[in-house]
Protein backbone atom coordinates (compact mmCIF):
# COMPACT_ATOMS: atom_id res chain seq x y z
CA UNK A 1 0.00 0.00 0.00
CA UNK A 2 1.69 3.68 -1.13
CA UNK A 3 2.25 5.77 1.55
CA UNK A 4 0.61 8.94 1.23
CA UNK A 5 0.15 12.60 3.17
CA UNK A 6 -3.43 14.15 3.49
CA UNK A 7 -2.50 17.73 3.14
CA UNK A 8 0.68 18.52 1.24
CA UNK A 9 1.19 22.05 1.00
CA UNK A 10 3.26 24.23 -1.97
CA UNK A 11 4.55 27.44 -0.82
CA UNK A 12 5.33 29.89 -3.68
CA UNK A 13 8.49 31.63 -2.91
CA UNK A 14 10.18 32.54 -6.11
CA UNK A 15 8.98 36.44 -6.50
CA UNK A 16 11.82 39.24 -7.34
CA UNK A 17 10.02 41.33 -4.81
CA UNK A 18 11.19 44.75 -6.69
CA UNK A 19 8.90 46.89 -5.06
CA UNK A 20 11.33 46.08 -1.49
CA UNK A 21 14.13 47.50 -4.15
CA UNK A 22 17.37 47.32 -2.60
CA UNK A 23 16.41 44.96 0.46
CA UNK A 24 16.10 42.24 -3.32
CA UNK A 25 18.93 43.12 -5.10
CA UNK A 26 20.64 40.10 -3.90
CA UNK A 27 17.94 37.42 -2.08
CA UNK A 28 14.12 36.56 -2.61
CA UNK A 29 11.97 38.70 -1.29
CA UNK A 30 10.54 35.65 1.36
CA UNK A 31 14.30 35.57 2.68
CA UNK A 32 14.12 39.10 3.70
CA UNK A 33 14.98 39.72 7.28
CA UNK A 34 11.96 40.64 9.42
CA UNK A 35 10.86 41.28 13.69
CA UNK A 36 14.72 41.22 14.67
CA UNK A 37 14.92 37.12 14.38
CA UNK A 38 12.94 36.01 11.87
CA UNK A 39 12.58 36.11 7.98
CA UNK A 40 9.43 36.56 6.33
CA UNK A 41 9.30 32.84 5.32
CA UNK A 42 9.68 31.65 9.02
CA UNK A 43 5.59 32.65 9.17
CA UNK A 44 3.72 30.46 6.62
CA UNK A 45 6.40 27.61 7.54
CA UNK A 46 5.71 27.82 10.79
CA UNK A 47 1.97 28.39 10.35
CA UNK A 48 2.38 24.45 8.42
CA UNK A 49 3.67 22.70 11.16
CA UNK A 50 1.93 24.48 14.24
CA UNK A 51 -1.64 23.33 11.61
CA UNK A 52 0.00 19.35 11.57
CA UNK A 53 0.79 19.61 8.05
CA UNK A 54 4.82 18.09 7.85
CA UNK A 55 4.82 17.88 4.05
CA UNK A 56 5.91 21.07 2.24
CA UNK A 57 7.21 21.94 -1.28
CA UNK A 58 8.86 25.73 -1.32
CA UNK A 59 8.91 27.19 -5.16
CA UNK A 60 12.00 28.74 -5.62
CA UNK A 61 13.66 30.72 -8.52
CA UNK A 62 14.71 34.38 -8.08
CA UNK A 63 17.79 34.83 -6.26
CA UNK A 64 17.69 31.35 -4.45
CA UNK A 65 21.24 30.91 -3.08
CA UNK A 66 20.00 32.17 1.01
CA UNK A 67 17.08 31.00 0.99
CA UNK A 68 17.73 27.70 0.16
CA UNK A 69 21.09 27.87 3.10
CA UNK A 70 18.75 29.09 5.29
CA UNK A 71 16.24 26.61 4.63
CA UNK A 72 18.60 23.67 4.71
CA UNK A 73 17.22 20.81 6.10
CA UNK A 74 14.04 22.38 7.94
CA UNK A 75 14.72 20.95 11.50
CA UNK A 76 14.32 24.66 13.05
CA UNK A 77 10.27 24.60 12.00
CA UNK A 78 10.05 21.00 12.68
CA UNK A 79 10.33 19.92 8.97
CA UNK A 80 13.23 17.14 8.97
CA UNK A 81 10.69 13.98 8.04
CA UNK A 82 11.91 11.27 6.75
CA UNK A 83 8.73 10.74 4.77
CA UNK A 84 8.06 14.62 3.69
CA UNK A 85 9.20 17.59 5.24
CA UNK A 86 10.67 20.73 3.82
CA UNK A 87 12.17 20.34 0.36
CA UNK A 88 13.19 23.13 -2.14
CA UNK A 89 12.04 22.89 -5.93
CA UNK A 90 13.70 25.07 -8.26
CA UNK A 91 13.00 25.13 -11.84
CA UNK A 92 14.25 22.01 -13.92
CA UNK A 93 15.21 20.47 -17.29
CA UNK A 94 12.60 17.88 -17.94
CA UNK A 95 12.69 15.10 -21.21
CA UNK A 96 11.34 17.42 -23.31
CA UNK A 97 12.13 20.75 -22.48
CA UNK A 98 13.53 23.10 -19.42
CA UNK A 99 11.91 26.21 -18.80
CA UNK A 100 11.27 28.52 -16.11
CA UNK A 101 7.97 28.99 -13.91
CA UNK A 102 5.92 31.35 -15.85
CA UNK A 103 3.43 31.85 -13.64
CA UNK A 104 1.43 30.59 -10.04
CA UNK A 105 -0.30 27.70 -11.95
CA UNK A 106 2.79 26.73 -13.82
CA UNK A 107 5.03 26.71 -11.16
CA UNK A 108 2.92 24.44 -9.60
CA UNK A 109 1.86 22.06 -12.55
CA UNK A 110 5.96 22.04 -13.19
CA UNK A 111 6.08 19.99 -9.38
CA UNK A 112 2.82 18.13 -9.83
CA UNK A 113 4.92 14.45 -9.64
CA UNK A 114 6.15 15.94 -6.25
CA UNK A 115 2.65 16.43 -5.02
CA UNK A 116 1.53 12.97 -6.66
CA UNK A 117 4.86 11.32 -4.68
CA UNK A 118 2.71 11.63 -0.96
CA UNK A 119 -0.85 11.05 -3.08
CA UNK A 120 -2.51 13.44 -1.26
CA UNK A 121 -6.23 14.29 -0.91
CA UNK A 122 -5.70 17.69 -0.66
CA UNK A 123 -3.27 20.85 -1.83
CA UNK A 124 -2.57 23.59 0.26
CA UNK A 125 -1.27 26.89 -2.05
CA UNK A 126 0.40 29.19 -0.18
CA UNK A 127 2.46 32.39 -0.51
CA UNK A 128 5.71 33.37 0.87
CA UNK A 129 5.33 36.86 1.45
CA UNK A 130 3.00 37.71 4.04
CA UNK A 131 2.86 38.11 7.91
CA UNK A 132 0.11 35.73 9.73
CA UNK A 133 -0.71 33.24 12.20
CA UNK A 134 -3.56 31.08 10.92
CA UNK A 135 -4.39 27.48 11.49
CA UNK A 136 -4.59 25.82 8.42
CA UNK A 137 -6.31 22.55 9.73
CA UNK A 138 -9.23 24.81 10.27
CA UNK A 139 -9.57 25.93 7.15
CA UNK A 140 -9.19 22.14 5.99
CA UNK A 141 -11.72 20.91 8.29
CA UNK A 142 -13.86 23.71 6.66
CA UNK A 143 -13.27 22.36 2.99
CA UNK A 144 -14.32 19.13 4.04
CA UNK A 145 -17.75 20.34 5.70
CA UNK A 146 -18.76 22.14 2.69
CA UNK A 147 -17.45 19.36 0.25
CA UNK A 148 -15.93 22.22 -1.95
CA UNK A 149 -13.22 21.43 -4.69
CA UNK A 150 -11.34 24.74 -3.91
CA UNK A 151 -11.45 27.22 -0.94
CA UNK A 152 -9.94 30.77 -0.83
CA UNK A 153 -8.97 32.46 2.46
CA UNK A 154 -10.31 35.80 2.54
CA UNK A 155 -10.18 38.48 4.50
CA UNK A 156 -12.51 41.98 4.70
CA UNK A 157 -10.33 44.80 3.42
CA UNK A 158 -10.75 48.47 2.92
CA UNK A 159 -13.31 49.02 0.03
CA UNK A 160 -10.98 51.81 -1.19
CA UNK A 161 -8.21 49.23 -1.89
CA UNK A 162 -10.06 46.56 -2.88
CA UNK A 163 -9.25 47.51 -6.23
CA UNK A 164 -5.56 46.00 -4.91
CA UNK A 165 -6.97 42.40 -4.44
CA UNK A 166 -8.72 39.38 -6.44
CA UNK A 167 -12.15 40.04 -4.83
CA UNK A 168 -14.84 37.20 -3.97
CA UNK A 169 -18.39 37.43 -4.69
CA UNK A 170 -20.21 35.07 -2.06
CA UNK A 171 -23.26 33.97 -1.53
CA UNK A 172 -24.26 33.80 2.42
CA UNK A 173 -23.28 30.14 2.92
CA UNK A 174 -19.85 31.29 1.48
CA UNK A 175 -20.12 29.93 -1.79
CA UNK A 176 -18.42 32.06 -4.65
CA UNK A 177 -20.27 32.99 -7.49
CA UNK A 178 -17.57 35.50 -8.98
CA UNK A 179 -14.14 35.94 -8.77
CA UNK A 180 -12.95 39.03 -9.70
CA UNK A 181 -9.10 39.94 -10.22
CA UNK A 182 -8.56 43.35 -9.09
CA UNK A 183 -11.62 45.17 -10.70
CA UNK A 184 -12.19 48.60 -10.78
CA UNK A 185 -15.28 48.77 -9.17
CA UNK A 186 -15.29 45.82 -7.18
CA UNK A 187 -18.59 44.88 -5.63
CA UNK A 188 -16.77 44.01 -2.55
CA UNK A 189 -14.31 43.74 0.06
CA UNK A 190 -13.62 40.36 0.62
CA UNK A 191 -10.12 39.84 -0.84
CA UNK A 192 -8.46 36.69 -1.32
CA UNK A 193 -5.27 36.07 0.49
CA UNK A 194 -3.24 34.35 -2.16
CA UNK A 195 -3.81 30.39 0.24
CA UNK A 196 -6.18 27.97 -1.56
CA UNK A 197 -6.73 24.52 -0.61
CA UNK A 198 -7.82 22.51 -4.05
CA UNK A 199 -9.24 18.50 -3.25
CA UNK A 200 -6.02 17.31 -5.15
CA UNK A 201 -7.92 15.76 -8.15
CA UNK A 202 -9.63 18.90 -9.41
CA UNK A 203 -6.27 20.87 -9.03
CA UNK A 204 -4.54 18.31 -11.02
CA UNK A 205 -7.09 18.70 -14.00
CA UNK A 206 -7.81 22.00 -13.81
CA UNK A 207 -3.26 22.64 -13.89
CA UNK A 208 -3.15 19.71 -16.83
CA UNK A 209 -6.13 21.93 -18.83
CA UNK A 210 -4.11 25.57 -18.07
CA UNK A 211 -0.74 23.70 -19.35
CA UNK A 212 -2.68 23.32 -22.63
CA UNK A 213 -4.33 26.64 -22.90
CA UNK A 214 -2.28 28.70 -25.43
CA UNK A 215 -3.66 31.49 -24.11
CA UNK A 216 -3.58 31.49 -20.62
CA UNK A 217 -0.98 33.19 -18.19
CA UNK A 218 -0.30 30.29 -16.09
CA UNK A 219 -1.91 32.06 -12.71
CA UNK A 220 -4.61 31.25 -10.47
CA UNK A 221 -5.96 34.22 -9.91
CA UNK A 222 -6.42 34.87 -13.75
CA UNK A 223 -6.61 31.92 -15.43
CA UNK A 224 -7.18 28.51 -12.94
CA UNK A 225 -9.89 29.97 -10.39
CA UNK A 226 -12.28 31.41 -12.78
CA UNK A 227 -11.97 28.44 -14.94
CA UNK A 228 -13.19 26.53 -12.31
CA UNK A 229 -16.15 28.67 -11.39
CA UNK A 230 -16.95 28.97 -14.72
CA UNK A 231 -16.80 24.96 -14.65
CA UNK A 232 -19.18 24.82 -11.73
CA UNK A 233 -16.96 23.67 -9.56
CA UNK A 234 -17.57 24.07 -5.48
CA UNK A 235 -15.56 26.73 -4.35
CA UNK A 236 -16.14 27.92 -1.23
CA UNK A 237 -14.89 31.34 0.93
CA UNK A 238 -12.78 30.48 4.55
CA UNK A 239 -12.86 34.21 6.22
CA UNK A 240 -10.04 34.97 8.11
CA UNK A 241 -9.99 38.09 10.85
CA UNK A 242 -6.36 37.69 12.26
CA UNK A 243 -3.66 39.99 11.42
CA UNK A 244 -2.39 40.18 7.61
CA UNK A 245 0.26 41.71 5.88
CA UNK A 246 1.56 41.61 2.62
CA UNK A 247 4.80 42.94 3.04
CA UNK A 248 5.60 43.54 -0.60
CA UNK A 249 6.45 47.27 -0.22
CA UNK A 250 8.43 49.42 1.35
CA UNK A 251 6.38 50.75 3.62
CA UNK A 252 4.17 47.74 4.36
CA UNK A 253 7.02 45.82 5.76
CA UNK A 254 8.29 48.89 7.91
CA UNK A 255 4.28 49.00 9.29
CA UNK A 256 4.68 45.22 10.03
CA UNK A 257 7.60 45.23 12.05
CA UNK A 258 6.34 48.42 13.85
CA UNK A 259 2.77 46.26 14.62
CA UNK A 260 5.33 44.28 17.02
CA UNK A 261 6.13 46.94 19.35
CA UNK A 262 4.19 48.45 22.64
CA UNK A 263 2.87 46.37 25.28
CA UNK A 264 -0.31 45.27 22.76
CA UNK A 265 1.25 44.46 19.80
CA UNK A 266 -0.98 44.45 17.36
CA UNK A 267 0.51 40.97 15.81
CA UNK A 268 2.00 38.73 18.52
CA UNK A 269 5.12 37.07 17.85
CA UNK A 270 5.50 36.02 21.33
CA UNK A 271 2.75 33.61 21.56
CA UNK A 272 3.32 30.19 22.96
CA UNK A 273 0.48 28.80 22.04
CA UNK A 274 1.73 29.93 18.24
CA UNK A 275 5.21 29.67 18.13
CA UNK A 276 7.20 31.35 15.30
CA UNK A 277 10.52 29.24 14.78
CA UNK A 278 13.41 30.20 12.63
CA UNK A 279 17.04 29.76 12.40
CA UNK A 280 18.10 32.40 14.81
CA UNK A 281 21.70 33.40 14.69
CA UNK A 282 23.93 32.44 17.01
CA UNK A 283 24.80 35.33 19.56
CA UNK A 284 25.50 36.19 22.91
CA UNK A 285 23.05 38.37 25.04
CA UNK A 286 22.38 41.73 24.09
CA UNK A 287 23.82 44.41 25.71
CA UNK A 288 22.54 47.88 27.33
CA UNK A 289 25.36 50.04 28.45
CA UNK A 290 25.59 52.58 30.82
CA UNK A 291 24.56 55.87 28.28
CA UNK A 292 21.96 53.92 26.75
CA UNK A 293 18.03 54.81 25.91
CA UNK A 294 15.84 52.38 24.96
CA UNK A 295 11.94 52.68 24.62
CA UNK A 296 9.70 50.85 22.84
CA UNK A 297 11.95 49.04 20.72
CA UNK A 298 12.66 45.12 20.06
CA UNK A 299 16.35 44.38 20.09
CA UNK A 300 17.72 40.85 19.15
CA UNK A 301 20.65 38.99 21.14
CA UNK A 302 24.18 39.91 20.13
CA UNK A 303 23.23 43.57 19.92
CA UNK A 304 25.60 46.47 21.37
CA UNK A 305 23.78 49.58 22.54
CA UNK A 306 25.43 52.76 23.87
CA UNK A 307 23.47 55.29 21.98
CA UNK A 308 19.54 56.23 21.53
CA UNK A 309 16.43 53.62 20.62
CA UNK A 310 13.26 54.48 20.31
CA UNK A 311 10.32 52.45 18.66
CA UNK A 312 12.62 50.61 16.01
CA UNK A 313 13.31 46.82 15.60
CA UNK A 314 17.38 45.84 15.92
CA UNK A 315 18.08 41.95 14.90
CA UNK A 316 21.09 40.11 16.04
CA UNK A 317 24.29 41.75 16.30
CA UNK A 318 23.36 45.77 15.50
CA UNK A 319 26.02 48.23 17.55
CA UNK A 320 24.45 51.68 17.98
CA UNK A 321 27.79 53.38 19.38
CA UNK A 322 27.33 56.38 22.15
CA UNK A 323 25.77 59.51 21.07
CA UNK A 324 24.15 57.71 18.19
CA UNK A 325 20.23 57.66 17.48
CA UNK A 326 17.81 55.02 16.14
CA UNK A 327 14.13 56.03 15.55
CA UNK A 328 11.56 54.79 14.22
CA UNK A 329 13.23 52.40 11.69
CA UNK A 330 13.75 48.54 10.95
CA UNK A 331 17.79 47.69 11.56
CA UNK A 332 18.49 44.36 10.36
CA UNK A 333 21.96 41.93 11.23
CA UNK A 334 25.09 43.27 11.49
CA UNK A 335 25.01 46.83 10.43
CA UNK A 336 26.82 49.46 12.97
CA UNK A 337 25.80 52.93 13.56
CA UNK A 338 28.66 54.81 14.55
CA UNK A 339 29.24 57.82 17.25
CA UNK A 340 26.84 60.53 16.71
CA UNK A 341 25.50 59.24 13.40
CA UNK A 342 21.52 59.90 13.38
CA UNK A 343 18.87 56.74 11.62
CA UNK A 344 15.46 58.02 11.42
CA UNK A 345 12.44 56.40 9.55
CA UNK A 346 14.26 53.94 7.72
CA UNK A 347 15.02 50.40 6.60
CA UNK A 348 18.68 49.40 7.17
CA UNK A 349 19.79 45.82 5.41
CA UNK A 350 22.64 43.27 7.06
CA UNK A 351 25.72 44.52 7.47
CA UNK A 352 25.53 48.30 6.85
CA UNK A 353 27.71 50.62 8.27
CA UNK A 354 27.15 54.32 9.05
CA UNK A 355 30.06 56.03 10.03
CA UNK A 356 30.48 58.77 12.75
CA UNK A 357 28.03 61.88 12.48
CA UNK A 358 25.88 60.43 9.43
CA UNK A 359 22.72 61.33 9.46
CA UNK A 360 19.82 59.18 6.96
CA UNK A 361 16.31 59.53 6.94
CA UNK A 362 13.88 62.18 7.98
CA UNK A 363 11.35 62.28 11.03
CA UNK A 364 8.20 60.35 9.72
CA UNK A 365 6.08 63.64 10.93
CA UNK A 366 8.12 66.04 8.68
CA UNK A 367 6.42 67.28 5.78
CA UNK A 368 6.84 64.66 2.42
CA UNK A 369 8.68 62.38 4.61
CA UNK A 370 9.42 58.58 3.37
CA UNK A 371 10.96 55.75 4.56
CA UNK A 372 14.63 55.38 3.28
CA UNK A 373 16.36 52.58 2.59
CA UNK A 374 19.93 51.66 2.67
CA UNK A 375 20.80 48.27 0.99
CA UNK A 376 23.60 45.29 2.78
CA UNK A 377 26.76 45.08 3.07
CA UNK A 378 27.33 49.31 2.00
CA UNK A 379 29.04 51.72 3.94
CA UNK A 380 27.53 55.55 4.64
CA UNK A 381 30.43 57.72 5.16
CA UNK A 382 31.28 60.09 8.45
CA UNK A 383 29.11 63.65 8.40
CA UNK A 384 27.15 62.61 5.42
CA UNK A 385 23.79 62.93 4.88
CA UNK A 386 21.11 60.58 3.08
CA UNK A 387 18.18 62.28 2.41
CA UNK A 388 14.15 60.82 3.53
CA UNK A 389 13.07 58.31 0.98
CA UNK A 390 16.66 57.76 -0.96
CA UNK A 391 17.10 54.21 -1.84
CA UNK A 392 20.72 53.20 -1.82
CA UNK A 393 22.87 49.70 -2.96
CA UNK A 394 25.78 51.03 -2.85
CA UNK A 395 28.52 52.88 -0.82
CA UNK A 396 28.14 56.35 -0.45
CA UNK A 397 30.99 58.51 0.45
CA UNK A 398 29.95 62.34 -0.89
CA UNK A 399 32.41 61.93 -4.02
Given at each position: ??????????????????RLYALTNNIAKPAVAFGAKYRII?????????????????????????????????????????????????????????????????????????????????????????????????????????????????????????????????????????????????????????????????????????????????????????????????????????????????????????????????????????????????????????????????????????????????????????????????????????????????????????????????????????????????TIGSGLTVEGGKILDKDYRGE
Open positions: MQRKKECVAMLLAGGQGSDFPLSNCINSGIDTVGVLTQYQPLELNEYIGNGQPWDLDRAFGGVHILSPYQGKKKSSWYEGTANAIYQNMQFMKKYNPDYVLILSGDHIYKMDYAEMLKAHKATGADCTIAAIEVPMKEASRFGILNTNPDGSIYQFEEKPKQPKSNLASMGIYIFTASKLFKYLEEDEANPDSSKDFGKDVLPAMLNAGEKMFSYRFSGYWKDVGTISSLWESNMDLLGENPAFDVGDADWKIHSRNPLAPPEYIGETAKVSNSMIALGCEIEGTVENSVLASNVVVEEGATVKDSVIMAGTVIRKGATVTYSIIDEDVVVEDYATVGVDKDSKNAAITVLGRQI
